[in-house]
């Protein structure tokens, strides 16, 4: 098949999300992917942990733990020389994978609030019905009650939380007893199961889910590209990189690296945010450089002394609580807790003072009593900028952080140094700003509402070239400090259903 009404160029979760709702309203919709038929969605014995190519076994190389992971590196490999992306002081997150970046997400979910969305052409209230069907679809776990849990959105129905770890579970009843603290904390809200979804098994807490969870706990967006293919006006088309996109009078024409055709009258491009601006790229004048949004981040170690005397608990390596502090002038922060017992001790040795032999059995010894603060700052803080060789047809990005943001992490650090000291953790020396782009959380190239030649409108469609439609992160205008991930499914669940129906 290489016509349709709808062609959707990539099987991400934004890709899922925009299928869904044209594919249940009898639109008939083809999906191009670029990973083919051989995309493997499972290792060998034994390579799992090790990767097939060792690549487990690497000192810390500067990437966050879920981006080092044999799982991640798989998908992310072919992304740049495909798509021609290059990065400088930058890492270029993307996937050449079936299911995309939910290959190697964290599984945090949240919902944007208002002030989030102010300056946006639409409103939570338009987004709230799409966040409560996703969250619905694929499974989320947390609670509404507690203070991180009142700021992480109650659109959409929750399962139980998942069990907390020692050390989590340590400061959680800390920060219950009332003991003065600035944050906002809670139990962190993960797209993990922890009662079943049809054939995906609840999470059983094995505590390896940075592997790749083999019970389906984990959303990942090839459970509902499962869902899809079983519908007969759904159609995947294998090994479809999309090497150019030409508009005519009645349709699209989309040329695949490998020579084949494909057309409909309306595309959705959901591959990503740094793959979709590529292929827009050419379709606009020459733009000079124009911002990327990203989250930059900051991980910082803490020691909960209490944990050493508490028994261990089966536990998950996902996010186990989530907290929120206020910025000077009015941002907000996020972050999440994870325990370290479920990660690999090479992502910790490189930043010890100790040799590696030494390193890791300091690591053992203090992994059941040490936390990981993962600190989001929202997307004003990056400074990263695009730019577009037409007769190369390379897309570069610079990274980059704000001026503001130098004295922003010295405040945060401290502040939160002192609120989770007195929540009986002690925040270790280390820990610094990770390499722009680290966060794999990118938007605002196509940004809805926009009025340039890169702008597009409330369903993304962009300016001057009807019937093309993004919906992925590169619509968004900002970026919260808030994961996005659950956002991005929202916005192009709610872009498919208007067009569903128009």
Known sequence: MNRAEFIIIGSGPAGVSA????VEAGRTVLMLDGADSRDRTAFAPGERGLGSSLEGLSLEDGLSPKLRAPEARRAMSAFTAVNKVV????????????GGLSRLWG???????AGDLSGWPISHAELSPSYARISARIGVSGVTDDAAGRLLGASGPLQAPLALGAASSAVLARYRQGEASELALGHARNAVLSQPIGERRACDLRNDCLWGCPLGAIYDARQDLTRLKA???FHLADGAVVAGLEKRPDDWLLRSADGRTFSAPSVLLAA??????RLVAPLLPAM???PLLSNPTLALPALVPAAFLMPSRPTHSLAQLAFFLSLQGGAQISGAVYET??????SFVNQLPLGRRAGEALFRFLAPALLV??????????????????AAGTLSVQGGFAETLPGATTAVRRRLAASLRQLGAIILPGGKLATPGTDAHFAGTLPMGGLGANGTSTLGELNGHSGLYIVDGSVLPSLSSRHATLTIMANAERIANRLANS
């Open 19 to 22: 299928a869904l709702p044209l």
């Open 87 to 98: 990065g400088e002081n930058f890492v270029v997150a993307g996937a050449i994978a079936r």
């Open 107 to 113: 599984a945090f979910a949240a919902e944007f609030d």
């Open 231 to 233: 519908r007969a006006n």
């Open 272 to 277: 990503g945010t740094l793959g979709s601006t």
């Open 288 to 290: 000079g450089e124009w």
């Open 341 to 346: 017992s479920g990660l690999p001790p090479s």
């Open 373 to 390: 603060a993962a600190v989001s700052f929202p997307g004003s803080f990056s400074r990263n900028r695009l730019s577009f060789d037409h």
